[in-house]
């Protein structure tokens, strides 16, 4: 396809071409479908995070 983009007299710089990707990405979920809760819990926290000084 880009080679007929060529023949037609149009330039085609090959830093663009390097973002081109045959691959389907769009639809892909690599990790997975996440469903998150942001409601806060119902009780308090359980502890301490020690933290370093």
């Not at 330039?11 to 469903?35: C, M, N």
């Amino acid at each position: 396809m880009v080679n007929d983009l060529v023949d037609e007299g149009w330039e085609v710089d090959p830093v663009d071409l390097a973002t081109v990707t045959p691959y389907i990405t769009s639809k892909i979920r690599h990790f997975g479908t996440w469903h998150l809760d942001m409601e806060p819990p119902e009780q308090g926290a359980m502890g301490r995070l020690r933290m370093a000084a």
